[in-house]
Each structure stands twice: as C-alpha cells, then as structure tokens.
C-alpha cells in the first residue's frame, strides 16, 4: 500500500438520517457498490480525502522510481536489467494513471508535484529506506510490491470510478513485479554464500519496512472509519498486515531464509502467525522526514523537476507557436 | 569473415549497450513523467537490441561466450562503440540531442540491413527497425520542439548541438572491415548511408532553428576499431560490471 496515515476530513461517520438529501443519495449510492463518477455530487470531505490518498499513492509510484533506478546501471546481467527497467517504466506509469484519476477531482498534475516537493503531500514511508545490495532489488518487488498488492486488490472495488479504473489497471501489472522480485531472491538464495548472506541481510533489514506499509495499528488510525464508511479504504491496516505476514511467511521459509523476528510463531487457533509489530517510533520518524533516504529522495525530486523546467517551458512555448502558426493559416 | 562479421557485430551491439546504459541512469530524474517513461522505454529497447547482436556476435566468434559475457566481461579496449554514445548524459537537451543523431543513423542502418544477405542480421534488423522508427520520430519532434521553443531552450540545445555533432560524423570512419561485410552484403558500408543522413540531420536541425557548426571528427582512431575511446567509458563499465566482476562465475 502507497497510502498511510491519509487524513481524512470528514467530521466523524453521520448516520443515513443525519444526512441532506444529497449526501444521503450519495452514501446509499456508495452502499449499494455504485460507483461514483467526476461529475457526480460528492461530499467536500471526500473529494479532498481522495485527492490526498490518490496523490499519495502516484507520489509513491514516481519517488519509488529512485531506489530501483539506483540498480538499473549495475543489474548483473542483460536480462535482469530489461526486467528491472520494465519495471520501472510501469511504475512511472502507475504514476500517470492515477495523476490522472486525481486529475478528475479538480487539481492538477503540477499542483500535486508542488505539494510533494513543498512537503505538504507525502509518499509511501517504504522509499525512504535504500537499496544497497542486489538483493534488495528483489526483496523490493517481492515483498515491497508484495504488499502494495495486499492492499490494491481490495482498491479495485473502491467508490470512485476513476480510481477503481486505475487500480485494476495497476494490478494487472503489480503481479509481475512481484514475481520477479521472488525470483532475484529464489537465485540468490540459492546461490553462493555472498549471495544468501545479500538475501537475508536485505530480508533483515525490508521485513518491518514493509509491515509498516499498512500503516499503523488500527487503534491508533484515527482516519480509518470514515474512509471505509466512503470506500476508499476496504479493509483495516491490522487486517492486511496479518494477512501479508500469512503469505509471506512461507515463502521465506521456501527460501530458506529466516524472518527477523524471534517471537514469529504459528498460532493454530486463529489460523495465523503471531509477530511482532514494527517500531512505530521508528515509523513516525521516516514519516517526519528524518528515515534513512528522505533528504536524497525528496532532493532528487526537486532537482529532476528544477532542471527539468526550462525543457517544460520550451515544449510549452513550441506547442503554442504552432498552435497560433495552424490558426494563422485558417 | 568471421572475425570481420564479429568485429560489426560488436560495434552495432555496444552502440546499443553503451547508449542504453546512458539512457537508463535517467531513470527517475526526467523533467516529465512522460520523458520517464520514454527514456526507459527507449533504454529497454536499446538493450533489447544489444541481447541480440552480442548474442549472435558471440555464435560468430564461436568460443562460447554469451551475450553477458560479452557486455559484463570485457575491457574498455575491446568496445567497439562510437564515442558519441559513451558522453555524459550533460542536460536533457543534450541526451536527447545525442539520441536523435544516433537514431536518425540506427534507423537508417537497420532499413539497410534488412537486406543482408545474412538472414539473422536481417531478423534482427526488422524487429529493431520497427522500434528505431519510432525512437527517431520522438527524439527529432523533442530536439525540434527544444530547439524552437524559448530562448533559453534554444541556447542549450545550439550549445548541445556543438559538443555533439562533430562526434556524430565518427559514424561515418570507415575501414577494411566495414569494406569486407560491404562486399559480402552482409551490412552495408557506412558511408553509403553518410548523404542521406547528412540530408535528414540537416533538416531537422534547420526546423528546429538551430545551426549546424562547422565540425570534423578530431580523433585520430576510433571507437569503432577500438584504438580510441572516450575517459568516459571506463566509468561506464566500472559500473555495469561492478557485480559481475565482484561475484565472478555466479548465476543471477
């Protein structure tokens, strides 16, 4: 999941018959799995709760483009260097679809990026961590993109249209990503004793990242109730996790690698493993801004879209120049 | 003939390595998500292509070295590209402008040897053309763009235009390979394409208000037999064979 701690602003869930007519149309449209489309009546709260989980998600997908990219220059052979950068390439696609879909709620593409470089939109807390070996490459698709999944399955069901849209086609193409993320790690695992200590050191230091992706604990997601009340989040933060440490678990075992976390046990009677949580500390801290790759990531935001604006201006300025040239010779 | 045939293929396949390494560290950094996606669009094509020259080029050569072994396992010496594909990236005008004068050659080289009489150089070239035709259609409509935009894209990309297009006519030194695999049809000699680019690259410089300098290749040598290259390329390889050559001998 790309989208944690998004606030909601909603004034806490209204009953049917606290509502007006026009909220009350809405919510048993929402009730009723219709979905709501751009030029529908929506609650403020809504449109702006959106704007901010679908900005952030897109933020995600285009910042997630750098640790990645960090690889694509030293992937080890031909092959894998194709994969990783069609990868890549979809990501920044991901990325346009759902600039996109946020597009449809009246803001823009360039507000959003101002937002995120400004440090009033946030991206996923996982991308502030580095990729430092080969093996984080894999790690990062099979249980970074691992989770995403988790939680962008249920999204496809989600109240609103062009976010629904977004995420089906978002998902067709997350699953690849994650297999080929299992797949760096079946060889390294597998390989020579460099290559295992690579995989269970990037297992290490990846595991509570990613638990982190759901977000915090249900107790403590303020912004949860009114959110699932409007669809635009489907299940708890708690529920997915349990449900991606369920998964994931065997897997590691397959690899023979082992999860880093002592107290890690399976629990017959509610048919799950029990685990230990992440430091949420630690999570606060990445959000904040002080996580191990925030200052690099942010920057090299900043500089693409610095540098980048003179390119912007001319494409701009050509574009109109023909634009009057075509309406001159009409 | 072999060792001429080897010796073309490795300058078409790092051509495509050595550029796609380039395009690939754009990853991420573009000025616009659709340049993002472009770029590594572009990269991945590039290195799709390089799979399949080197591939052949070492069933040529026929000592049972693989496509990686060739790009991960050799020295700067024994590269055979042009040294305009090893320049830094510079800014965006200059990638880009860099990208249009090899594409507008790769096009034309691919629609050429379409006709080999080596049947794998001609599958080869129909899947590459239909890929370069596009990269040269994107790459020439953003330099004309750039060019013709505001003054100072207009600057950048006459600035990007004199570092670059001396290095672009390196395309067209030839020697007694080239002659061989001319003679055999197998790929044609670069100097027959040299008018024809000249022509083209001539006028998307002229649409994009731009002014072609007065320029020869200064290099005695070249990287196309491998007696010069650029400081660059060392750096390059440092890079993309840092695992390989760190980790010998592993599957990955």
Redesign the interface.
Same mark, same amino acid.
């Given at each position: 999941m790309y989208a944690q701690m998004v606030k909601s602003t909603g004034t806490g869930v209204k009953s049917l018959d606290e509502m007006e007519p026009e909220e009350r149309a809405f919510q048993e449209k929402v009730d009723a799995d219709i979905r709501i489309e751009a030029r529908d009546w929506m609650p403020e709260g809504y449109r702006k709760t959106l704007i901010r989980q679908i900005g952030q998600h897109a933020h995600s997908e &285009? $910042?997630g483009? #750098?640790p990645?990219?960090n690889w &694509?220059?030293?992937?080890?052979? *031909?092959?894998? !260097?194709?994969i990783l #950068?069609?990868k $890549?390439?979809d990501e920044? +696609?991901h990325? #346009?679809y759902l600039?996109s879909a946020a597009e449809t709620l009246g803001v823009t593409?360039d507000e959003m990026t101002e937002m995120l470089l400004s440090g009033k939109m946030k991206y996923s807390s996982i991308f502030n961590y580095p990729t430092l070996t080969?093996a984080d490459i894999g790690a990062v698709g099979w249980l970074v993109d691992g989770a995403a999944i988790m939680n962008q399955v249920p999204l496809q069901r989600t109240s609103y249209g062009p976010y629904s849209r977004a995420m089906i086609r978002i998902c067709k193409e997350e699953s690849f990503h994650q297999r080929q993320g299992y797949d &760096?790690m079946m060889?390294m695992a597998k390989?020579?004793e460099?290559?295992k200590r690579m995989a269970q050191d990037a297992l290490n230091r990846f595991w509570y990242p990613s638990l982190m992706m759901f977000g915090p604990s249900d107790a403590n997601s303020v912004h949860s109730e009114q959110s699932m009340a409007w669809k635009i989040k489907i299940n708890s933060n708690d529920e997915l996790r349990r449900k991606f440490v369920d998964q994931t678990v065997p897997q590691a075992e397959y690899l023979g690698l082992t999860v880093p976390d002592d107290t890690l046990a399976w629990n017959e009677e509610k048919g799950g493993y029990d685990f230990a949580e992440p430091d949420w500390d630690e999570f606060f801290d990445v959000l904040k801004g002080a996580g191990p790759a925030n200052h690099d990531r942010l920057e090299?935001r900043k500089?693409?879209?610095d540098? +980048?604006?003179? $390119?912007?201006?001319? *494409?701009?300025?050509?574009?109109e !120049?023909k634009r009057t040239a075509k309406v001159a010779a009409e | 003939m072999a060792d001429a045939l080897f010796e073309s293929l490795l300058r078409l396949g790092d051509n495509a390595l050595i550029l796609g390494?380039r395009v690939? %560290?754009w990853?991420?950094?573009?000025?616009?998500?659709?340049?993002?996606?472009a770029l590594?669009?572009t990269? /991945?094509d590039l290195?799709?292509q390089?799979?399949l020259w080197?591939e052949y080029a070492g069933e040529v050569e026929g000592k049972g070295r693989s496509?990686?072994d060739l790009? =991960?396992l050799r020295d700067a010496w024994d590269f055979r590209n042009v040294l305009l594909v090893e320049l830094p990236n510079g800014? =965006?005008?200059q990638t880009i402008l860099r990208q249009y004068l090899y594409d507008q050659f790769n096009l034309m080289n691919l629609e050429a040897l379409k006709g080999s009489t080596d049947t794998r150089v001609s599958e080869i070239a129909e899947k590459a053309a239909k890929e370069a035709a596009y990269h040269v259609e994107r790459s020439r409509g953003?330099v004309?763009? /750039?060019g013709?935009?505001?003054e %100072?894209?207009?600057r950048?990309m006459q600035d990007a235009l004199n570092i670059l297009y001396p290095y672009a006519l390196e395309l067209f030194i030839t020697d007694e390979v080239d002659a061989e695999m001319a003679k055999a049809g197998i790929i044609p000699d670069p100097k027959s394409l040299e008018d024809t680019y000249l022509a083209a690259v001539g006028a998307t410089i002229s649409e994009a208000t731009l002014e072609l300098p007065q320029a020869h290749f200064g290099h005695r040598g070249s990287g196309r037999d491998g007696r010069m290259h650029t400081e660059h390329l060392g750096h390059i390889l440092t890079?993309?064979q840092? /695992?390989?050559r760190a980790?010998p001998g592993?599957?990955?």
């Open positions: &285009i $910042v483009q #750098l990645e990219g &694509i220059t030293r992937a080890p052979t *031909l092959e894998r !260097k194709m #950068l069609a $890549v390439q920044a +696609g990325g #346009l600039y593409r080969w &760096i060889k390989g020579s460099a290559q090299a500089t693409a879209w540098d +980048g604006a003179w $390119v912007r201006d001319g *494409l701009t300025a050509h574009a !120049k | 390494h690939s %560290e990853c991420g950094h573009a000025p616009v998500l659709e340049e993002d996606i590594a669009n990269a /991945l290195l799709g390089t799979n080197l496509a990686d790009a =991960f800014d =965006f005008g953003t004309v763009g /750039l013709d935009g505001t %100072e894209s207009h950048r890079q993309m840092w /695992l390989q980790y592993q599957s990955w």
